[in-house]
């Protein structure tokens, strides 16, 4: 699976962007899908995971309830819509694939394939 993600860009505080990854191959509907970030000089963050149904989410504390992941098996595309961002929210965001898995899948040891990545950059 190859894995690209979009979107990011510069926002100011408070407002909202949407990422996109797109997958490759014809087996995404069998993938758990998570999004981390990682920003300078800090280690790479967890934020959240949904299974390869969709049927169940899962969040980072420090973005539930203003990110939401979500996918579109026909489109082979996970997303993460981001509100009410803030300057903390700064990093490249990378999006991951995991075949199959009954784990939470907070750690980024737990996938199997990454995105590139996409910078998001918040003004305050």
């Known amino acids: 699976v190859q894995l690209q993600a979009s979107g990011g860009g510069l926002v100011q505080a408070g407002g909202s962007l949407s990422l996109s990854c797109a997958a490759s191959g014809r087996t995404f509907s069998s993938y758990d899908m998570g999004w981390f970030r990682q920003a300078p000089g800090k280690e790479r963050e967890f934020l959240a995971r949904?299974?390869?149904?969709?049927?169940?989410?899962y969040y980072a504390n420090s973005v539930k309830g203003r990110f939401t992941i979500s996918r579109d098996n026909v489109k082979n595309t996970v997303y993460l819509q981001m509100n009410n961002l803030k300057p903390e929210d700064t990093a490249v965001y990378y999006c991951?694939?995991?075949?199959?898995?009954?784990?939470?899948?907070?750690?980024?040891?737990?996938?199997?394939?990454w995105g590139q990545g996409t910078q998001v950059t918040v003004s305050s």
């Open positions: 949904i299974r390869w149904s969709g049927g169940s989410t």
């Open positions: 991951a694939a995991r075949f199959l898995s009954r784990g939470i899948l907070e750690s980024g040891s737990e996938y199997d394939y």
